[in-house]
């Protein structure tokens, strides 16, 4: 057994070749070969800022459905450049969380609604969150057609079922203020924007739009 400091040693190393060769899958490998996901999440919480940046990219290749908390708690890391990098793990984990073939049509789904095509998409979705039922991505693509086909009150249960299953997804936090805000409890909109911040706090738009949630909420009260 290698003790903690050779393998805080090896994963800065493994780090600092990624950065100068972008090669990912060799610096998968090397971490793979000595560090387990439990591992790199205990780095992430209480390494130094290399060490968490190098544990957020690893946790990204190598995670596991176990890893997206950590990687949640990360989005307001002190150092932004472990905040970048664990959101970019983080949404992968998200989006990867399911079964090769559910994931495909997730994707499918993904490509319609970037299109604008949410009539299109709902039923897939439909049939992904219905297949998956922890698949908190496959519940949020369903909102976002509920949403694109202007159904807020579906769009809201649908973004309330993916926080139910995972609670650091600061989207579904947006999107559900979104829905508050249309059916008019601006109170509720202002808390999960607040919500969405507190997660990742580097979300300009959710914080413009809690401010101008908040005009609305001072004019009503006069």
């Excluded at 650091?168 to 607040?194: E, K, M, N, P, V």
Aim: net charge positive; proline share 4%.
């Amino acid at each position: 057994m290698t003790s903690p400091l050779v393998r805080t040693t090896r994963l800065a190393t493994a780090y600092r070749r990624l950065l100068a060769t972008a090669d990912a899958p060799q610096y998968a490998a090397e971490v793979d070969e000595h560090y387990s996901p439990a591992t790199l999440a205990s780095l992430l919480c209480r390494g130094d800022v290399e060490l968490r940046r190098a544990a957020a990219m690893a946790l990204g290749l190598l995670g596991n459905s176990r890893s997206i908390e950590p990687l949640g708690r990360a989005l307001c890391d002190v150092d932004r450049g472990v905040r970048l990098v664990a959101d970019d793990s983080f949404r992968g984990l998200l989006l990867r969380d399911a079964a090769p073939t559910h994931h495909q049509q997730l994707l499918k789904v993904m490509h319609l609604t970037d299109g604008g095509e949410f009539a299109a998409a709902l039923a897939p979705a439909m049939i992904v969150a219905d297949q998956a039922p922890r698949y908190a991505e496959a519940h949020f693509q369903l909102a976002c057609c509920w949403h694109g086909l202007e159904e807020p009150e579906k769009a809201s249960e649908a973004y309330a079922a993916c926080l139910w299953r995972c609670r650091f997804h600061y989207t579904a936090w947006q999107g559900w203020a979104r829905c508050q805000i249309i059916a008019g409890d601006f109170r509720s909109a202002a808390a999960a924007l607040q919500r969405c911040l507190d997660i990742n706090p580097d979300l300009e738009c959710a914080r413009a739009q809690l401010r101008a949630v908040r005009r609305r909420m001072r004019r009503s009260d006069v």
